[in-house]
């Protein structure tokens, strides 16, 4: 097949919709405005009806949305040319806050860009999946084990990185994310059942690197009530919370929990117990059918992409955000130990809002940049 | 273009695909079962489990109080308390609980009459908009009287609360504020850096001074306390406590009296005296003038009070002991000299001949004598300040050499007293003329700098500490205000000869003692020895013609300046004064000195005698 390198603008789909002119995905932008429009009521719920609070939130995520547009208009090959700078800018990044990072509560993880105070991790997230998706762009299925070795040294020097900021819970999920790429590009299974049974058989040994105050969240999930005045509390108060909702919960601002002070981080980490508490079992189930109906899509959009390097990354971010969601809500009812983990798109705050929203951005940019040649 | 082609599916092989899709299906499944997981936990506890939660719930009232710790104390070297906790009262307001607020801010506008209407006015604002459920500390005190009158009306404003809590004071006043520092409120730049569970509780934390530096050791850790609430928050008994640690004592170096007494010397002059021990390098008075009031800045300073001090010409806030930077003037001449003889530049023996000037390449540096000191050796030169002397010398020396046996004294770098904010001051040298102004050095600039003069900046704290380092013939103290009975490990500045030492320092006392020296007036009648030497500063250089004080507006008038140490054979105290824009050294400044020792000394032997 021969192209015409004059006509560019005919190698992509005519755009007919104004939605489509944009690069914008309605389905996927549907879910996310339900879910962006239930975490400002929440929002304002949790701080107990502060206005600024509220006006601060609508801001960022105007902000976020207008990223997230802008991104969708960048068409995948761009991304795909600039992955290796981006991937050592990160990387750069990551050693710069290890060497002047600011402290912010025990850990450096930031780092001042002059009037931008910056978390290159944030930046990692979107990162380190795009540049292993671009190692296997033109991979076989399954792909040789030299390939396979080369993503993985590359997931372990940036999860490394962000290990010894420390923030144990961050690297571990973006070197999630970076597995999730190996498994749709087609890690075997029996190398993934092999180190799934050999982590589990290490954790004695983690346990041994672990920080005093990273074994005391794993301590207290196992037995809350050993530290009812510190962290224990907050997981005992957080599943009142969300148990004294019930079916039908207490109304919109109606959550005595959050309002008696009793919830810790009610408008960051601890959301969903609000939530939980004033919409009840029925509020619970929709929030995740719809997250269900983003995360579906986001597959869909991987199934019918039509690369190897946008199906992957497509694909990694969603189960990355499924991940990010499921570990969030298991950690506030009490089924894994604190983390300190936003619940996405529902949380007060802005950082990992946008680095979420730029990868819906990337994603409909996969869906609405396809050629016209296979159609 | 060609980026794409090479991924274009064209070239796909289709079972590829389809082995993705499957693995995408089992994502997808993987995901709707753990969402199902989720959702039966969520059935457990909000169904199964609900009465359970729901009890727990309604009969939450068991909370966490955190019980901030009580900051530590401050006391002058003599055990006098400099910064005291008072207990103050206040108002806790909740707004989920008001059921008017205006009425409240108009009683509370009737009560608190010493607080402006704006400021309350503001509070309110800001408090109507705010956390419903979030108690609020009105962020004045209240004395007794008015939180009795409060009290009174209480019943009609539900969800306000008088509450008691420790006010830090400081019960000298203006007195040694610029060692003390103050503390104040805690602002959002402040809450990031710290750590949260040691400030729970807490609103202000140090904010200048010592009261900064140690805000470690003063501020303590906080406690808990779980209490039981009834179903209106009202706290029905206290369970499990886990007490709070009181931040620590701290005991100051300074003599308040002699730090009050010291200010008093300087009356309204603007400036700076600093008094060591040179024995430890224990800072016994720390004077910056004009001073202010720190328990204005406790419950966070008004505008129009903070503006009246930003705006003072004055600057009654810059703590000139640290960050005022003086040209030094004749006052490095005994260091100059003692280099000079240590290195074997000159003997001290050698005279010279002053005709009132030296010249040099056509331009003539004048000497602050007109007619000359005539024939002068090292002694004369000290004790008369005689500049030609030292113009020669230095042309003989060269700025490296000044600079280098300037440096062990401490000029140009920090004294690392224990106060944040200290400037360096500037200790010329070749190298430093190139590296900030990027041009060579002029022998010219040489023969000023040997007086003093030019590119020379130094501090009070600076000068101290170079004069006890001299008076303890060359051990070198590290100043502080933090009395630390920890045993202290001392560097000694490099001696070739301790003649040449006892040399410049018999000299130093001639300036006090002897009959040309430039004090003499002050310390006829002293039952001790002191040595001593005046300084006057240039503002700015006037050129030749005769100077009068009279004419040149006040502010580029000379500084005064005095160093000095006593008793000369073993000294107890070492001591820097500067008067700005003042005048000589001879005039202001060391009768200034000369009191100020004396009235230690006396103290330190009625101190013996009891």
New interface residues.
Partial sequence: ?K?D?DQ?QQ?YRKNKSLLLCLHIDAWLLFGILLLLAASLAIVYSA???????MNRQAIRIGFALVLMVIFAQIPP?II??FTPWLFLMGILMLIGVLLFGE????AQRWLNLGPIRFQPSELMKLALPITVAWLF??S??PPSLRRLLLGAFVIMITAGLIVVQPDLGTSLLIAMSGLFVL??A?LPWKVIIASISATVLSAPVAWHFMHAYQKQRVMTFINPESD??GSG?HII?S?????????DGKGLLGS??A????LPESTTDFIFSVL?EEF??IG??IL?FM??LV??RG?YI??QA????T?LIA?SFM?TL?VYI?VN??MV?G?LPVVGLPLPLMSYGGSSLVSLMISFGILMSIHTHK?L??D | MSEHLEFNSDSENFAQKKQFQFRLFFAFGFVVLLFLFLIGRMLQLQWLEYDRYKGLADGNRISVEVLPPTRGKIYDRNHILLADNQPVYTLHLIREKMKNIDSTLQATQKILTNISAERLHNFFAKFKKGNRSRTYTLPFSLTEEQAAKFAVINHKHPGVTVDARLKRTYPHGAAAVHALGYVGRINAKELAKLNEKLYRGTDIMGKLGIEKYYESLLHGSPGLQQIETNARGRVIRKLETLPATTGQDIHLSIDIELQKYAESLMGKLRGSIVAIDPTNGEILAFVSMPTFDPNLFVDGIDQKSYDILRNDPNRPMFNRAIKGQYPPGSTIKPFVALGAIEQGFISPYKKISDPGYLEYKGHRYRDWKRKGHGIVDMNTAIVESCDTYFYKLSLDMGIDEIHDTMAPFGFGKASNIDIYGERIGILPSQAWKMAKKGKPWYRGETIISSIGQGYNLATPIQLARATAILANRGKIIVPHLYRNPKEQTFEQVEIKKIANWEKVIKSMQNVMHSKKGTARRYATNLPFKMAGKTGTAQVYSLNAGDYDAETIREKLRDHSLFVGFAPVNNPKIAIAVIAENAGSGSKIAAPIAVKLVSRYLESQLNNLKD
Avoid: C, W
């Fill in positions: 097949m192209i390198i560019e190698v701080s107990g009806g502060d206005q600024a609070v090959h795909y040319i402290v912010g509560k025990g762009a033109h076989k299925f498994f749709f087609g009812p005045l509390y108060q599943k009142i919370a969300i148990g004294s909702g019930g079916i005595t929990q309002h008696l002070d009793f939980a009840g079992l619970v189930v995740l997250y269900l995360i579906a597959l991987a199934s039509q690369d190897n390097f199906r694909a189960m499924f499921f809500i298991s009812s089924l050629k040649l296979t």
